[in-house]
């Protein structure tokens, strides 16, 4: 699995959405109006351990994104809000059968867009620091 796939699972477990109906990896579509996605980003290096061969951790990034209807900046700012929230409970967690040790936003939710329709897309981005996927 990919971080964007664990963190889908985790936005989904908690009542953020369900995926493929109003929750997206790497896609914000034109509708629903009403949405959130998962965007996966650039992170930081990975690292090794003295002794461990390979990687030990990697440090991918993610941005996080919550559309209202239109005219609608309250309901996207709460469910980012929340997201952002969650994602600071994460430490030492497994998600998806993949050990987090932290996934830390790197900045509070802000506009990202209004788009034509007057929809806003509030977003937040983050960096995790994992051991490698359990899957590829």
């Not at 034109?30 to 002794?51: I, M, Y």
Request: aromatic share 10%; with cysteine; glycine share 12%.
């Amino acid at each position: 699995m990919s971080i964007g796939t664990e963190i889908v699972s985790l936005l989904t477990s908690n009542s953020l959405g369900t995926y493929g109906t109003d929750l997206f990896l790497n896609a914000l579509p034109e509708t629903p109006a009403v949405c959130g996605a998962v965007f996966e980003t650039a992170g930081a290096g990975p690292t090794a351990g003295f002794g461990f061969p390979g990687i030990q951790h990697e440090s991918p990034g993610v941005q996080i994104r919550f559309r209202g209807e239109r005219y609608d900046d309250e309901g996207p700012r709460v469910k980012a809000q929340t997201a952002y929230r969650l994602f600071m409970t994460v430490q030492g967690s497994t998600l998806s059968g993949t050990k987090y040790l932290t996934l830390h936003p790197s900045q509070a939710p802000f506009i990202l867009d209004r788009d034509g329709d007057e929809r806003v897309v509030w977003a937040f981005n983050a960096l995790a620091v994992k051991e490698l996927s359990a899957t590829i």
